[in-house]
Antibody, heavy 117, light 111 residues
Framework: EVQLEESGGGLVQPGGSLRLSCAASGFSLSNYWMHWVRQGPGKGLVWVSRIGSDGNFIHYADSVKGRFTISRDNAKNTLYLQMSSLRVEDTAVYYC??????????WGQGTRVTVSS | DVVLTQSPLSLPVTLGQPASISCRSSQGLVSFDGNTYLNWFQQRPGQSPRRLIYKISNRDSGVPDRFSGSGSGTDFTLKISRVEAEDVGVYYCMQGTHWYTFGQGTKLEIK
């Protein structure tokens, strides 16, 4: 069974940093492009970042470019999102998402990030 | 940036009746490879999103056949032939041709 489990969320002050992890099981992460998608409180879905299967083809939404870094360790079957210079507007549930025939065939349960003083 | 506009934003439906959600794109969504990367997602209350449809009209595994997708160019539609209680939630269209953009969401509720 395909599973994605995010972790690393929490409460952080504006300007702070967090690293999110997404542990994949039931499949080999190395075969898939992966994404991070976020959802602010009571709001819709927003795409954050994408990474190719070999760590190439990295792209970010303009709102996080220069502050967030996506990476992966295929040997550990884990996807990461390093977030720095966090802003109040980065407050959201962050989902790890697999790409099969396009974004979104499998989603994790999400990890909540709250940026507040 | 590509903007996806969904309508309606709120959709009260009687059980057993059909429902339809429109998604209009600000740009054509045919990719250089000939595919149109327009997907539909369902998010039930308190749950993660689930993909229902990919590339306009292809149902994901396990998705009931009462869900169907159609459209081309800039206009796309998700149809539910007979709404069931488990269909309550928010539905999003998403394009993956020009990077990635989601629609605002349509909240389906039972009348």
């Amino acid at each position: 069974e395909v599973q994605l489990e995010e972790s690393g969320g929490g409460l952080v002050q504006p300007g702070g940093s967090l690293r999110l992890s997404c542990a994949a099981s039931g499949f080999s992460l190395s075969n898939y492009w992966m994404h991070w998608v976020r959802q602010g409180p009571g709001k819709g879905l927003v795409w954050v970042s994408r990474i190719g299967s070999d760590g190439n083809f990295i792209h970010y939404a303009d709102s996080v470019k220069g502050r967030f870094t996506i990476s992966r360790d295929n040997a550990k079957n884990t996807l990461y999102l390093q977030m720095s210079s966090l802003r109040v507007e980065d407050t959201a549930v962050y989902y790890c998402v697999r790409d099969v025939q396009g974004l979104g065939d499998s989603w994790g349960q999400g990890t909540r990030v709250t940026v507040s003083s | 940036d590509v903007v996806l506009t969904q309508s309606p934003l709120s959709l009260p439906v009687t059980l057993g009746q059909p429902a339809s959600i429109s998604c209009r794109s600000s740009q054509g969504l045919v990719s250089f490879d000939g595919n149109t990367y327009l997907n539909w997602f369902q998010q039930r209350p308190g749950q993660s999103p689930r993909r229902l449809i990919y590339k306009i009209s292809n149902r994901d595994s396990g998705v009931p056949d009462r869900f169907s997708g159609s459209g081309s160019g800039t206009d796309f539609t998700l149809k539910i032939s007979r709404v069931e209680a488990e269909d309550v939630g928010v539905y999003y269209c998403m394009q993956g041709t020009h990077w990635y953009t989601f629609g605002q969401g349509t909240k389906l509720e039972i009348k």
